[in-house]
């Protein structure tokens, strides 16, 4: 008689989620993970993740399960699809445990942003966990879920990760289809994997790259590539760039030693390190939230409650009946951000906002090309401050934006970034991105697995 | 400058119909934002590209041959309201 088998396992992690304070959840999926746990057990079903729990942010399309993407204007919404993400988890066996919180349509640094109420921080339940993949990085951190998928816009993944004391990674852009994840900003986003440790991410991001004939901007890259045969300790004779933009006057003291720390111990493992400038990270946030409005207000004009979603009270004409359904279903960030972005295209101004913005995101791009001849990693906070508290930061958008000064350079410029625990603020954890050259997500995995099987900051949150 | 009149206009063009007292915090928030965006005035980008995508794909085709699709049963599955098979939207005329 089988014990512990994978039915058993899943059962205990719904009882976990069924009596959880976090909000990390907008949908669970009981039944058909625990048919896919059993399926598993009979040896009906077998893969590389088999009996492997995982969270699904709610922006990734997920066949009969319902997917709001945190908004009011998809409800009722159940997709007939799977996303190609979606489809490469089940085909390897995946226990699919339900659909993440996130801020709505991705637009958020602390999962605030939800029209199923905000997500909480396992390390401290008045603080927020992040975002805007707040709900995938509490499920692991919180133990609901083994792995999750998130996204990354502009620090999606790796802010969250961060605050959560977990391991994200943001794959180069390309790596990983988008066919099925809702789009926000289409130019920027990645579907990133979030885990407890970087050889769960690295299996994880192994399963889900690869190009897709379905996503058009997708590449192979990853066909030929294992990534956990990067699991390796060994970052002898790596250099590693110390950009002295992400170490603003304003942040956080103890993250800043935390991070510092960190780079000392990549040393002592056998790498160099040098300062080095990324003279255009001054710009990246004006140039990433236009060109993110910009994109998000032709994306989102899809929604109009039609084909899908909010259809509410008695038709009139069109422009009415949408323009209703629009402000009824759409929270006050997606309003602003698809205003704003309305407002940047319109006549007379593309030149100035988004044409601006596409120009100098080629600046931003040719400071890590140019960084990348000299150095192989470059290494920065995730963050610079911990995870602050729920409703500090929330009535005032400017100061929110703010927040993602270290992570959005890295989606301009579309280059891999992974964060890996490196500390303590209290008992906030503390994150450190590893940015790489488009395409080094093998050096980048060698590099943060070398860092934490020599540090002992992968742990986990009192109460669990 | 935006005043609340401009946010009204733009929440036309955006299909978002405004409450009042939305427009105001609107306006107070849109000046604050673009406030900032106008640094990018001061960044020297004379005769620099733009980047549209990152990673330099050009035109991708495929074969033109047929696959399966979604029948119509599950395209229109999750529309609110139908008639003999379609979509219902508002009327035009």
Known sequence: MIMAGYLESSYRTFERIEQSKLNAFITIDKPGALETAKAEDDGRLAGRLAGVTVAIKDCITTKGLRTTCGSRILEGYTPPFDAEVVARLRKEGAVITGKANMDEFAMGTSTENSAYGPTRNPWDLSRVPGGSSGGSAAAVAGLESRMALGTDTGGSVRCPAAFCGVVGIKPTYGLVSRYGVIAYANSLEQVGPIARNVSDAALLLDVIAGGDPKDSTSVSEADNVCYTDYLKEDVKGLTIGVPKEYFSEGMDKKVERAVWDGIMKLQELGADYREISLPGTKHALSAYYIIAMCEASSNLARFDGLRYGLRTGKDENWHNTFSRIRAEGFGAEVKRRVMLGTYALSEGYYGKYYLKALQVRTLIRDDFARAFKDVDVIAAPTMPMPAFKIGERVDDPLSMYLADVNTLPINLAGVPSISVPCGFAGRLPIGMQLVGNLFDEPLLIRTAYTFESNTDFQKIPGGF | ?93
Do not use: W
Not at chain 2, 48 to 77: C, K, M
């Open chain 2, 1 to 93: 400058m935006i005043t609340e009149k401009d946010v009204e206009h733009i929440g036309v063009l955006a299909c978002i119909d405004l409450k009042h007292e939305e427009t105001g915090l609107f306006a107070k928030q849109f000046n604050s934002i673009l406030d900032y965006f106008r640094e990018l005035d001061g960044v020297n980008t004379d005769g620099v590209e733009p980047t549209y995508h990152v990673i330099g794909l050009t035109n991708v085709f495929r074969e033109d041959v047929a696959e399966g699709s979604l029948s119509q049963e599950e395209a229109t599955a999750n529309a609110a309201r139908k008639e003999k098979g379609f979509i219902k939207g508002p009327r035009i005329v």
